[in-house]
């Protein structure tokens, strides 16, 4: 079974431009979550997802940030107008079961590294 | 809120000696708690996790972590640190739908 996905790996990006990070989750897992890290942080959560339903964005930035799970085809992570603040690894992490059943642990990808100049 | 200290950002230990890396919590209610590794450039792979029952919990690559309840601690020990083991350590509780993470500890292993 392939893990999950995440692309592109690395991404540059000039003040203003938009990003967009993309997520596919393993076979079988329909609960997706994106987390940030910082430079010598934790992983921070930002969002939770199910299949076309946003269930939890506590963790997101209320401007500039959006995600969506789309019925057919991966996660998106959009960033628009990135500052160079938004510099960073972004990294998803799939389940097979809703949050309630945390004795299964999320799954991550190997993150997008996010450069912006 | 949930929250999870790791004492130590970075850790030194020579290669064959103990590994013991620290982690405290804080939680309202019965914590499920894990121990993450991340390797340069790569996502966080899972170690190991405590949910209910034994509270001496093995792991993958020779680690262990013991929950104690009254100390409020997680922390993670391997009783011979190899060359490989060099990576970063998240130790993590969960809360509702997502993960809460520490800071990390960065394990360097000395020759």
């Known amino acids: 079974n392939a893990g999950v996905m995440q692309n592109p790996r690395h991404l540059v990006r000039r003040r203003g431009q938009e990003a967009r990070l993309r997520c596919s989750p393993m076979?079988?897992?329909?609960?997706v979550y994106w987390y940030r890290q910082l430079p010598e942080e934790g992983l921070k959560f930002m969002v939770y997802?199910?299949?076309?339903?946003?269930?939890?964005e506590s963790g997101m930035p209320k401007e500039r940030f959006s995600a969506e799970f789309p019925k057919e085809g991966p996660s998106i992570l959009r960033i628009q107008q990135v500052v160079r603040g938004d510099s960073a690894a972004y990294f998803c992490?799939?389940?097979?079961?809703?949050?309630?059943?945390?004795?299964?642990?999320?799954?991550f990808g190997d993150g997008t590294r996010l450069s912006i100049l | 809120a949930q929250s999870v200290t790791q004492l130590g950002s970075h850790v030194s230990v020579s290669e064959g000696a103990l590994v013991l890396l620290r982690c405290n919590y804080s939680?309202?209610?019965?914590?499920?708690l894990f121990w993450y590794v991340q390797y340069p450039n790569q996502g966080l792979q899972l170690l190991l996790k405590?949910?209910?029952?034994?509270?001496l919990v093995k792991g993958i690559n020779g680690f262990e972590a013991e929950f104690k309840k009254s100390e409020t601690s997680f922390h993670l020990t391997k009783p011979s640190a190899h060359m490989s083991d060099a990576a970063e350590y998240f130790c993590?509780?969960?809360?509702?739908?997502?993960?809460?993470f520490g800071k990390g500890t960065r394990l360097h292993i000395l020759p």
């Open positions: 992490a799939s389940s097979p079961r809703p949050p309630g059943f945390l004795s299964q642990p999320q799954h």
């Open positions: 076979k079988g897992h329909s609960h």
């Open positions: 997802l199910q299949k076309e339903n946003i269930i939890d």
């Open positions: 939680s309202s209610v019965p914590p499920y």
């Open positions: 405590y949910t209910t029952g034994a509270t």
């Open positions: 993590a509780v969960s809360e509702d739908d997502k993960i809460i």
